[in-house]
Every structure is written in structure tokens, then in C-alpha cells.
């Protein structure tokens, strides 16, 4: 008996009181009226929901939150100042693994949000769950950078475990529904970003970019990640309580290799007769 492991890919880790990444100000992550992706896989674990939190911003331009649960994207021709708001992707409508209203805590969800064209869009677990269409550039702001894990400069931050964070410019990954990599995202061309993929040392950028990442408050890298894995056992099973069937578990009788049965496909089979299996 064993248990299938949980996840593993590893993550940042921010324990929603004042943790967040910071990236200095680059041209790499402002997209103005061109194509991009943003993408992240992120698990919220504090006890309940607040208002907002955020999990990407690039100051006004762009804003990724949860907002009360429910996953919300702000969009605005402003960096600064006075918020130019010309567009908001809310999924209030459900789709699959996703009710419409709010994601479940403690479970890593993969998020993308991607600019095809004049066409913004936002999918949930590989699944689009809300589009705006503007032709409109995004704002630049005059001296911040992005953030992982809080708007700004540490508002609304972020309780829990962000991963694999990828940001393309230039392109639109996905345009359309598409199953989410089970493994740890790589740089493709365009990749501008990619970081929170280490369980322990500095949070670095993995892209070509190198981006310079500061850790604020007590962000750090955790084992923690959204990928499945499976513990497989390494020796013989055992009879555990309430067992009624071990067999084939001999290393060295006639017709096995490795512990394992040879059975020719014409004739050969294995009877078992006995009231605990009925």
C-alpha cells in the first residue's frame, strides 16, 4: 500500500503579510499594443477570501486578482495616476472545474491571460473563461516594474504558492481551449520572464532576460508545485491489514524475471478460487 505523491514543480511561497516579488521596471514586460502571454499556475491557502488579491500586476496596466475568490484582470491605457480602465476579464461564468463565482482554496489552478490581436482573453485550467475585445495599448508606468503576489508596491497581497510564472511578449499562446503542461514550464522563444520554479535559494529569472527579482518580506522558494507525482513502491508488498489477495511477489520461481509473471498469450492464466474474493 502507498500513497500516490501530492505535487511537485515548487513554487514561491508568500504568506499573505507583506510578501511579495518585485521585477525592475524593463520594456520586456510592457506590452503596449501588442500580443503577450502571462501565465501562472496558483494556489490560494489563507482561510478565507478577501476583497482582492493579487497575484500579477504591472502597476495599473495590467491587475490579475482574485476578488473575493472569483479571478478578475484589469486592463488600462494608464501606468499611473488616474486608472484608464478600458477593459476587465471576469469569470463569472462556469466552465469546467470552475463554478463561475470562485476558485477552491488550498487547489492550484493554471491561469493564462493572453492579447491576440485586439482580442484579450483569460483562461482558467486550459479553459477560456472570459474575453474583451479593444484595440486600445496598455499603460506604462514611469518607474514600477511588475509584481508577483501583490498590486504595486505590497497592496493586496497574496496568500499561498504561486508557480511557474512565464511571460511571453510578442505572441499569444493560447487562443484558444488547451490542456495545461504537467510539467515545469520552459522559455520559449519570446520568454521574457520565467521564475518562481525552485523550492529553496533566490527566486531568479530561468529566461534569457535574466530579470532582476527582489524578495520582499519573506517570500521564499517551497517544494511545494501543481504537478502530479507518483511514489512507486521499490520492494515487495507486504500483507497489511485486511489483505485477502498477495500474490506474485516471488523473485526467483520458474517462468518470472524481475519479480514478475511470464504468461504466454495462447494458454497460460492464474486461477484464484477462495471466498475472499468472491
Given at each position: 500500500?502507498?500513497?500516490?505523491?501530492?505535487?511537485?514543480?515548487?513554487?514561491?511561497?508568500?504568506?499573505?503579510?507583506?510578501?511579495?516579488?518585485?521585477?525592475?521596471?524593463?520594456?520586456?514586460?510592457?506590452?503596449?499594443?501588442?500580443?503577450?502571454?502571462?501565465?501562472?499556475?496558483?494556489?490560494?491557502?489563507?482561510?478565507?477570501?478577501?476583497?482582492?488579491?493579487?497575484?500579477?500586476?504591472?502597476?495599473?496596466?495590467?491587475?490579475?486578482?482574485?476578488?473575493?475568490?472569483?479571478?478578475?484582470?484589469?486592463?488600462?491605457?494608464?501606468?499611473?495616476?488616474?486608472?484608464?480602465?478600458?477593459g476587465k476579464l471576469n469569470a463569472d461564468t462556469?466552465?469546467?472545474?470552475?463554478?463561475?463565482?470562485?476558485?477552491?482554496?488550498?487547489?492550484?489552478?493554471?491561469?493564462?491571460?493572453?492579447?491576440?490581436?485586439?482580442?484579450?482573453?483569460?483562461?482558467?485550467?486550459?479553459y477560456q473563461a472570459a474575453s474583451s475585445t479593444?484595440?486600445?495599448?496598455?499603460?506604462?508606468?514611469?518607474?514600477?516594474?511588475?509584481?508577483?503576489?501583490?498590486?504595486?508596491?505590497?497592496?493586496?497581497?497574496?496568500?499561498?504558492?504561486?508557480?511557474?510564472?512565464?511571460?511571453?511578449?510578442?505572441?499569444?499562446?493560447?487562443?484558444?481551449?488547451?490542456?495545461?503542461?504537467?510539467?515545469?514550464?520552459?522559455?520559449?522563444?519570446?520568454?521574457?520572464?520565467?521564475?518562481?520554479?525552485?523550492?529553496?535559494?533566490?527566486?531568479?529569472?530561468?529566461?534569457?532576460?535574466?530579470?532582476?527579482?527582489?524578495?520582499?518580506?519573506?517570500?521564499?522558494?517551497?517544494?511545494?508545485?501543481?504537478?502530479?507525482?507518483?511514489?512507486?513502491?521499490?520492494?515487495?508488498?507486504?500483507?497489511?491489514?485486511?489483505?485477502?489477495?498477495?500474490?506474485?511477489?516471488?523473485?526467483?520461481?520458474?517462468?518470472?524475471?524481475?519479480?514478475?509473471?511470464?504468461?504466454?498469450?495462447?494458454?497460460?492464466?492464474?486461477?484464484?478460487?477462495?471466498?475472499?474474493?468472491?
Amino acid at each position: 500500500v502507498y500513497t500516490p505523491g501530492s505535487t511537485g514543480g515548487n513554487s514561491t511561497y508568500f504568506d499573505g503579510t507583506g510578501d511579495y516579488l518585485s521585477i525592475a521596471k524593463t520594456t520586456d514586460l510592457e506590452f503596449g499594443s501588442g500580443d503577450f502571454t502571462v501565465e501562472m499556475f496558483a494556489k490560494y491557502t489563507g482561510s478565507s477570501f478577501p476583497g482582492y488579491s493579487c497575484i500579477y500586476s504591472n502597476n495599473l496596466a495590467i491587475q490579475f486578482y482574485l476578488v473575493s475568490g472569483r479571478p478578475e484582470v484589469f486592463l488600462s491605457t494608464t501606468g499611473d495616476g488616474s486608472p484608464g480602465y478600458f477593459g476587465k476579464l471576469n469569470a463569472d461564468t462556469a466552465i469546467i472545474g470552475y463554478n463561475g463565482s470562485t476558485v477552491s482554496k488550498n487547489t492550484f489552478y493554471h491561469y493564462a491571460i493572453t492579447r491576440s490581436g485586439n482580442t484579450f482573453r483569460l483562461f482558467i485550467n486550459g479553459y477560456q473563461a472570459a474575453s474583451s475585445t479593444s484595440s486600445n495599448a496598455l499603460g506604462v508606468p514611469a518607474s514600477l516594474g511588475v509584481s508577483l503576489g501583490a498590486y504595486a508596491t505590497g497592496q493586496y497581497v497574496w496568500e499561498g504558492n504561486i508557480s511557474n510564472v512565464r511571460v511571453v511578449k510578442g505572441t499569444a499562446l493560447y487562443t484558444g481551449n488547451f490542456t495545461p503542461s504537467t510539467t515545469a514550464l520552459t522559455a520559449v522563444s519570446n520568454t521574457k520572464l520565467l521564475t518562481c520554479q525552485n523550492a529553496t535559494g533566490s527566486i531568479t529569472d530561468a529566461s534569457s532576460s535574466s530579470q532582476s527579482i527582489t524578495a520582499n518580506g519573506d517570500a521564499a522558494g517551497n517544494a511545494t508545485g501543481p504537478f502530479p507525482t507518483l511514489s512507486v513502491p521499490t520492494s515487495g508488498l507486504t500483507a497489511v491489514t485486511n489483505t485477502k489477495l498477495l500474490a506474485l511477489t516471488e523473485m526467483a520461481p520458474l517462468y518470472t524475471t524481475n519479480g514478475s509473471y511470464l504468461f504466454n498469450a495462447e494458454a497460460e492464466n492464474l486461477l484464484i478460487n477462495h471466498a475472499d474474493m468472491a
